[in-house]
């Protein structure tokens, strides 16, 4: 899922991001793969909810003062303390708050951003309303006299206590991703609040920092609060050394009430159109512990198992000649990316299983780096891909010549039939 475009920075401002990795991967398949590997087994392990990216992403290849002048304070029907939800004008008086709560405008959003910030200057300034699609954002660039830097939050509702929420606010893994900072805490309210502090691109190519909150109310209300040390996300010039929120202040933005009552008047069905039907559920992966018990039972005598993920299916292997990662994909439902990834390059086995090979670079910021793949694709739509690299991690220096795996070995843990037995 590649970083919005500046033209529209927070378009589909939810669904695309894995934490700090859903964001933060970069460009295409062909181009920069093992930057995508931990959307493409979020995606898949879980939701899946954009069948197309999560394979492209694999290893295969993140209240408001309305026009009515009330603020509308969160919770279903209570403030949290279980007092009925009033709506408190711009006087401070409280009236019964409705059940539907007035659209916010783009521009409303653009003010209450600017008024939650420090001192500085703004310009190139973009909003959507919370009745516009896809989405409500507002987004700009502030001066606080150390240097331009972009700044943008988006916001969406989410199912409470889902897989996707929690996702969002779970730091991604330093084997996957480069950062320097990541914490996720519990608020009082029971809000699941996440601050991320890296980079632009997981594996540091470009020295752009990205730091952002991510914040998950139990009644469902997401608030995504992004900024930059440049202008723009991608690929602009460095203006300053760090962006200009610490954690703290993207704390007390990201958090500010304003936001969750925004959300609340997002209109189930906006601007009136037709109701969006719900899409087919994917069927369920297995979970990434049992991921990483049956890679570490298919390996090999001769390695050892020097580190594991626990958010993400990976092993660390050491067969004495220097470390090695290896991530494994476990995707059933996937039938209909056949023509995609198993062309006619691809060997069919007798009993209709689809395998290719592939040898290619690693990250595409480190010299070096080599990623070797086997993927397959069984008739009942079960999607087997194992990557191994000659790195501990995707954005280290090569610790060896080839990966610690050779590429017969992860053809064979691939075809395992005992991936089948985790469904």
């Given amino acids: 899922m590649p970083t919005p475009h500046h033209d529209d920075p927070f378009d589909d401002p939810f669904e695309d991001r894995l934490g700090a990795a859903l964001r933060q991967a970069g460009d295409t398949f062909d181009t920069d793969r093992p930057a995508l590997v931990a959307a493409g087994q979020a995606r898949?392990?879980?939701?899946r909810l954009?069948?197309?990216?999560?394979?492209?992403?694999?290893?295969a290849s993140i209240a408001l003062v309305g026009v009515t002048g009330a603020l509308v304070l969160p919770g279903n029907g209570t403030d949290g303390s279980g007092t009925s939800q009033q709506s408190v004008g711009r006087n401070g008086s409280s009236t019964p708050a409705s059940s539907t709560p007035a659209p916010v405008s783009g521009d409303e959003l653009l003010k209450t951003l600017k008024r939650l910030l420090p001192d500085g200057e703004f310009s190139a300034e973009a909003a959507r309303g919370t009745s516009e699609l896809p989405g409500p954002y507002a987004h700009l660039v502030y001066d606080d006299g150390e240097g331009p830097a972009a700044i943008g939050i988006s916001l969406s509702r989410g199912e409470p206590g889902s897989d996707q929420a929690r996702d969002t606010t779970t730091c991604p893994d330093k084997a996957l991703v480069q950062y320097d900072s990541c914490r996720t805490t519990r608020l009082g309210d029971g809000s699941l609040l996440m601050i991320f502090q890296g980079y632009e691109y997981p594996d540091r190519r470009v020295d752009t920092k990205h730091w952002h909150a991510e914040l998950v109310t139990p009644e469902g209300q997401q608030v995504s609060l992004s900024e930059w040390n440049s202008a723009a996300e991608k690929d602009k010039p460095i203006s300053r050394d760090e962006p200009p929120l610490s954690p703290a202040q993207l704390k007390k933005v990201v958090t500010a009430p304003e936001w969750r009552a925004a959300v609340d008047a997002i209109p189930e069905n906006p601007k009136g159109g037709a109701p969006v039907p719900e899409a087919p559920t994917p069927p369920e992966g297995p979970e990434v512990a049992d991921i990483v018990t049956t890679l570490t039972e298919l390996l090999p005598d001769d390695v050892e198992v020097v580190d594991k993920?626990?958010?993400?299916?990976?092993?660390?292997?050491?067969?004495?000649?220097?470390?090695?990662?290896?991530?494994?994909?476990v995707q059933p439902g996937m039938s209909d990316i056949e023509a995609e990834l198993?062309?006619?390059?691809?060997?069919?086995?007798?009993d209709g299983t689809k395998v290719v090979t592939r040898e290619g670079s690693g990250d595409k910021g480190v010299d070096g780096v080599v990623m070797w793949t086997a993927d397959t694709l069984r008739k009942d739509g079960l999607r087997v891909a194992v990557s191994a690299f000659n790195a501990a991690d995707q954005h280290s220096a090569a610790t060896r010549e080839t990966p610690a795996l050779t590429m017969e070995q992860l053809r064979e843990i691939a075809l395992s039939p005992k991936w089948a037995d985790l469904l």
């Fill in 342 to 350: 198993f062309g006619s390059e691809a060997e069919t086995l007798d």
């Fill in 44 to 47: 898949g392990r879980k939701l």
């Fill in 50 to 59: 954009r069948r197309r990216a999560a394979v492209f992403g694999g290893v």
């Fill in 309 to 329: 993920g626990s958010s993400y299916s990976y092993l660390v292997l050491d067969d004495g000649k220097g470390r090695s990662l290896v991530q494994v994909d």
